[in-house]
Every structure is written in C-alpha cells, then in structure tokens.
C-alpha cells in the first residue's frame, strides 16, 4: 500500500520547490511541517521513518527544482558550458566564462564529497523535528548575522563595487558575472563549502550559501545569482543519485504520486527563482531572518510540550 497519497505529493512539491530555494530550508521544513500537522501526516511523511520513501522522494523532488534552475538560467548555463569547454580547448583560464565555469567546479567540489560522506549519517541522526526546529533557528541566526556584517560595510570594503567602464552597455547578469569572478578560488572554494551544512535539517542551502557569498563580499543579487547557480549540480547530483532507488521496490505504488509531486516541485521552483532573483536587486536577507528564528522557536515550543 501507497504511503504517499496525491494530495500528499502535491503538497510537498510545492513546499520543496519554493523552501529550496528560498533561504529557510526545504528539508527542515519537510521534517517540521508533517510532525505539526500530526497524523497521518507525522506517519506517511517521517523522513526517519523505518523503510520509509519520504527521504528518498524529497531528494528525487530535487531533480524537479534543479531543471526549474537550468530553465531559468539556461542562457547563463550556455555561457558556463561555452567557457568551460573553450577553455578545456585552449587550455586556459581568461575569460569570464572561463573563469566562472571553473569557479563552479572549485566550488561544488566541497559538498560533493560531503554529501556523499555524511549525508546518511546527517539525516538518519538529526533527520527528527526537534533538531530541524533548532537549526531553523540557527538558519534565522546566520542570515541575520550576514545582514548585519553587510551593513557594516566589511564585505563591499573588501571586494569594491567591481563596475568597469562600458558595463552600463552589457545585460546585468554579464555584469554579475563579472563580479562574481572577482572573488578569487579560495574564496569560491569557501562559499562552496558552506553548502555543507545544508545537509544538517534546517539549515538553507541557499540561505547559508549567500551568507558565505556576502561575507565574501558580494552583493546580495550576486550571491544569491552564485547561490543559484551552485546548487544547481548540487541538488540534481544529489537527486540522480536516489532515483535508482526509486525505481525499484522503495518507489513501488508512488511513481504517478512522484511525478505529480515532480511537476508541482518544477511550477513552484521556476515561479519561486523568477521571485527571489528581482527580490534580492532591492531586498535583503533579514525577512527571512525574522521568519526562520521565530518558526524554529515556535515549532520547538510546540513540539516540546
């Protein structure tokens, strides 16, 4: 019998597309969401649950909001591509999209290995709601912190406005990525690691990235552009990884609830970047900030009693 009903799948597309990719954690929210609305939620969607496919769905979900990713920015991943290979061909690394394709590579090696050391140990152990409560709170601390180290003005002492003449005459995401490459392979290799500690219940991967990529320097809609860009290899390895599993005995009775689940992760991925990517022209982390710490407290509260 199916422990994953349509409605279920639906609901949790939806909240993974958009909780992916903005900075208040998808997994914690995964966790959280079904232990307060009690049962049979608590039940059919218990990540630690013994035998169960909810794990293994939410990763395969992924899959959905990391094509939602290339979608979005696929003139952006076209010029990533045309780098890496033009400088594979030449064997050097000069242009932008050269420097840019490899910056990507540096970067996502960190969590790669990671992902694939502690990822089990991570989720099966923290995988519960009191964990994922006090790491949202955590989430909540570590935004407000990046906002407050950027009013500060340390991170734009330390990499500059990065505006070279004739940019007023080339797109914005151009300009981006001019930044962006400005921040060096240590630094690159550094924001990259902190996807890390996404695999911790709670904790955004988008959220602690752009943290990482402000204190680093970078404007907020370059960091979250970068952001968006590295998770983008990161959650779809990830994903790729568990469909296997998904096509044999761990996914019998759920494959027409996974792609119902896959399209609503899709719809709600592609609307929720098109959003964040406008937002963080003009807006700042510290919203999210404000939510994550009191969802984290309430949520602990609620269910410590």
Known sequence: ??????????????????????????????????????????????????QSPYLSVLVGLHLATAVALVVYFRKDWARVLQGLFSSIRERRIETVNQRLA?????????????????DKVFRENLG??????????????VLFFAERLKRGGTGRRRAGDGSMPGDEELHPDVISDRRIVKLG????????????????????????????????????????RFAFLLATPAIGGAALLKLPSLAGAQGAGIHGQLLVGSICAFVAGYVAVRF??????????????????????????????
């Open 128 to 141: 519960k709601p009191i964990p994922a409560a006090f790491f949202l709170m955590l989430n909540g601390f």
């Open 1 to 50: 019998m199916s422990v994953l009903t349509y409605p279920e799948a639906i609901g949790v597309g939806l909240l993974q597309g958009v909780t992916e990719l903005f900075p208040v954690s998808s997994l914690g929210h995964s966790i959280l969401i079904p232990a307060l609305l009690g049962k049979p939620y608590s039940d059919d969607l218990n990540v630690a649950g013994e």
């Open 276 to 305: 964040l990517d406008k937002y963080f022209e003009t807006k700042t982390l510290t919203p999210f900030a404000i939510y994550c710490f009191l969802a984290g407290a309430g949520s602990l509260v609620y269910l410590s009693l």
């Open 185 to 224: 392979w240590a630094s690159a290799l550094w924001v990259g690691a902190a996807q890390i500690l996404a695999l911790l219940p709670g904790i955004s991967r988008s959220g602690v990235t752009m943290s990482a990529g402000i204190f680093k320097g970078l404007r907020h809609e370059d960091s979250a």
């Open 102 to 118: 490899w910056l990507l590579i540096v970067a996502t090696i960190p969590v790669g290995v990671a992902g694939i050391a502690l």
